[in-house]
C-alpha cells in the first residue's frame, strides 16, 4: 500500500514562472491537506480538499496560489509567478473520510526560487 | 486564533537521560498528535490523542495530554541516539476539519 506519494520531490523556479506540486493520497483516502514549512519552522496549513471540492483554504494566500483535486488525477498545488519567498517545503497529507483526524504525510516538494 | 507552543525548542541530552517536551495550546481542542522530522524528511506519525488523560507509549517515548490545562508531554526515557529528531505536536484546529496547528518543533540531539 503505497503511501502519500509527491512530485517533484525538488523543483527549481526562477521568479516569474510557475511551480506546480502534485500530490497523490493513500490509496482509500478521499481527504487531501497542504502544507508549508518554511526552513526552521512548523507546518502552515494552506489548504484542505475533497474530491473536486475546496474545504477549507483559510491558509492559502489569495493571490498566486491554487489548489484543486480533480475527480480523476492527483491533487495540484498551482504558485503563479512565484518569489523568492516562496521557497519551501510544500507538504501534502491525507486522510480517510471518518477517521481520528490522523494524517498521513508525504515526503513533500522543496521549491526554490532563483 | 489558535496558537500552539514547544519548549523547548532545543534540546541536547546525554544517552541514557530522561526528559519531558511540553505542548502548550491556546484554545479548547481535544485532539492532539506528535510527529517526528528528521532532517530533510517527511512527519512520521508518532502518537494520537484524542481526549483528557489520554496516555500512549511506544518504546521510549510517552505522551499525554490534559485538555483542562491544554498541555501535552511526550516524556523521553533512556535517550538513545536514534531518538535525534525535530519533534511536533499539533492541535487539530476546528473539530472535524483536520486542520492542523503545529507547533515551532522541538529539535532533539541525543549525545553518546
Known amino acids: 500500500n503505497a503511501g502519500v506519494m509527491q512530485n517533484p520531490r525538488h523543483l527549481v523556479r526562477r521568479r516569474g514562472q510557475e511551480a506546480r506540486l502534485r500530490c497523490s493520497p493513500m490509496?482509500?483516502?478521499?481527504?487531501v491537506y497542504w502544507y508549508r514549512q518554511l526552513p526552521e519552522e512548523g507546518l502552515k496549513f494552506m489548504v484542505y480538499?475533497?474530491?473536486?471540492?475546496?474545504?477549507?483554504e483559510s491558509g492559502m494566500p489569495k493571490e498566486r496560489f491554487s489548489a484543486e483535486f480533480p475527480k480523476e488525477g492527483p491533487s495540484i498545488l498551482r504558485i503563479q509567478q512565484v518569489v523568492r519567498g516562496d521557497s519551501a517545503a510544500y507538504f501534502c497529507?491525507?486522510?480517510?473520510?471518518?477517521?481520528?483526524?490522523?494524517?498521513?504525510f508525504g515526503e513533500g516538494s522543496r521549491l526554490t526560487v532563483l | 486564533e489558535l496558537k500552539v507552543e514547544q519548549n523547548p525548542l532545543f534540546l541536547s541530552m546525554q544517552e541514557g537521560k530522561n526528559y519531558t517536551i511540553y505542548c502548550n495550546y491556546s484554545?479548547?481542542?481535544?485532539?492532539l498528535y506528535w510527529y517526528r522530522q528528521d532532517p530533510g524528511k517527511s512527519l512520521e506519525s508518532l502518537f494520537v490523542?484524542?481526549?483528557?488523560?489520554a496516555v500512549k507509549q511506544e518504546g521510549r517515548l510517552m505522551a499525554s495530554l490534559d485538555t483542562k490545562a491544554r498541555l501535552s508531554t511526550l516524556h523521553i526515557t533512556a535517550a538513545v541516539h536514534d531518538l535525534s529528531a525535530t519533534y511536533f505536536c499539533?492541535?487539530?484546529?476546528?473539530?472535524?476539519?483536520?486542520?492542523?496547528?503545529f507547533g515551532t518543533g522541538t529539535r532533539l540531539k541525543v549525545l553518546a
Open positions: 490509496k482509500g483516502h478521499s481527504h
Open positions: 484554545t479548547t481542542s481535544d485532539r
Open positions: 497529507a491525507s486522510s480517510p473520510a471518518g477517521s481520528t483526524g490522523e494524517l498521513f
Open positions: 480538499l475533497q474530491k473536486e471540492n475546496i474545504i477549507d
Open positions: 490523542l484524542l481526549s483528557n488523560g
Open positions: 499539533a492541535v487539530d484546529a476546528s473539530s472535524g476539519t483536520y486542520k492542523y496547528i
